[in-house]
C-alpha cells in the first residue's frame, strides 16, 4: 500500500543551495509542497521572493501559495550572504521575470493558515534562518500541536561557517533559533556535520552542462557557481547540495546516522554567539551536580550521512531519472 505523500511547507531564503532544495521537493513524489514562505538571510526578501518563484518556473511547477515573510532578524540587521550565493543570490544563473503572484500576507499568516486548514499535521522544512517559524510560534502558539515536525538546515555539533564555531542560519538570527528550538516541537536537526560533505563531483557537474534540459542546465550553473573567500582572494567552486540534503533526511532518514541529542543556542554577546551547543556527553556535568542550567530542549541531530546514496536520490529526482 502506497503512503500519501508528507505535506509539508518550506521556509527559504533563496539563495543557490535552497534553489537545488525547492527542485528536489517539488519533484520528489514523497512531498506535498503546501506552501513556501520566504525570509531575508542569503539575499534580500525581494530577492528571495523573485528567486523562488524563478526556480518555480524552471521546474514546471504547479501553483504552490508563496509569500514574503521577515526582512530582517528579530534584534540584529540583516546580513547577506553575497559573497558564497552572488548578488543575485542565484550565482551565475539568469532567468526570466517570473509571471507568478504573491500571496498578499505575510508569510507567517501563510504558514498558520496553512497548518490551520490542513487535514493532517504539517511538516516544516527550515533552510534559512529561522525568524519565520520564531514569530509564527510566538504570535500563534496553538499551531505548535498540529506541526509534525520540523526539519531544519542549520547549526553544527562540530565546525561553524559564519564564525569560527557558529553556522550561518543560526548565527544569522539566534533568537529566533532559541524560539524554535524551544518550541517542544520535534526538530531534526540537518547541520554542517552532514552539510560540508555531500558534495556533487566535478565530472558530474561537468556532465549536467551537456544535458539540453533546463532544470539539468540550471542545476549545473548553480553548482558551478565561483566563490571568492573574502579572507584571502582564494577562488573556490562549491558543489555541495547544501540545504537539498535536509529535504532528503526527511525523505530518506535511513540514509543518515543520528543522534538523539540535548542542545542550545549562545545569545550572549562575544565569539561564540550564534553556536549551536550539541550536547554529546554521555553523563551530567557539573550543571547537573549544581542545577546552574535549566533543562534544554533536544533534537535528533543528523551526524552521518550515506554521501553515494544521497547523492542518487538527489540528481535522481531532480533529472527524474
Not at 517570473?98 to 516544516?124: C, F, N
Not at 522544512?125 to 514569530?135: D, G
Amino acid at each position: 500500500m502506497t503512503s500519501s505523500p508528507i505535506p509539508v511547507i518550506l521556509d527559504v531564503d533563496t539563495g543557490i543551495d535552497d534553489a537545488m532544495a525547492l527542485m528536489f521537493a517539488v519533484r520528489h513524489p514523497a512531498l506535498d509542497v503546501q506552501a513556501i514562505s520566504c525570509v531575508a538571510g542569503n539575499a534580500s526578501i525581494e530577492r528571495v521572493v523573485s528567486n523562488t518563484l524563478q526556480i518555480l518556473d524552471v521546474l514546471g511547477a504547479p501553483e504552490i501559495p508563496v509569500a514574503a515573510g521577515a526582512i530582517r532578524p528579530l534584534v540584529e540587521q540583516a546580513r547577506d550572504a553575497s559573497w558564497v550565493h552572488g548578488e543575485s543570490g542565484l550565482g551565475n544563473l539568469s532567468l526570466p521575470t517570473s509571471a507568478r503572484t504573491v500571496e498578499p500576507v505575510h508569510a507567517v499568516e501563510l504558514m498558520r493558515r496553512t497548518i490551520v486548514d490542513s487535514a493532517e499535521k504539517i511538516t516544516l522544512i527550515a533552510l534559512a534562518p529561522l525568524t519565520n517559524l520564531a514569530l509564527l510560534l510566538r504570535m500563534h502558539p496553538e499551531v505548535a500541536d498540529r506541526i509534525e515536525r520540523i526539519v531544519c538546515m542549520g547549526g553544527s555539533a562540530s565546525i561553524g561557517n559564519a564564525t569560527p564555531v557558529a553556522e550561518f542560519n543560526v548565527w544569522h538570527d539566534p533568537e529566533a533559533a532559541h524560539v524554535v528550538f524551544n518550541s517542544g516541537v520535534p526538530l531534526t536537526l540537518y547541520g554542517l556535520d552532514v552539510f560540508n560533505v555531500v558534495e556533487v563531483p566535478n565530472e558530474t557537474v561537468a556532465e549536467l552542462h551537456t544535458v539540453q534540459d533546463p532544470v539539468a542546465q540550471a542545476l549545473a550553473s548553480l553548482l558551478g557557481f565561483e566563490v571568492t573567500d573574502p579572507a584571502d582572494g582564494t577562488k573556490v567552486t562549491h558543489t555541495l547540495i547544501g540545504d537539498a540534503g535536509a529535504v532528503c533526511a526527511l525523505v530518506a532518514p535511513e540514509l543518515f546516522t543520528t543522534e538523539h541529542r540535548r542542545l542550545q543556542v549562545e545569545l550572549a554577546p562575544g565569539l561564540s554567539r550564534g553556536q549551536t551547543i550539541v550536547d554529546r556527553r554521555s553523563f551530567g556535568g557539573e550543571e547537573s551536580v549544581h542545577g546552574t542550567v535549566e533543562p534544554w530542549p533536544t533534537a535528533d541531530v543528523c551526524l552521518g550521512v550515506d554521501v553515494d546514496a544521497v547523492l542518487e536520490l538527489f540528481l535522481g529526482t531532480v533529472l527524474q531519472k
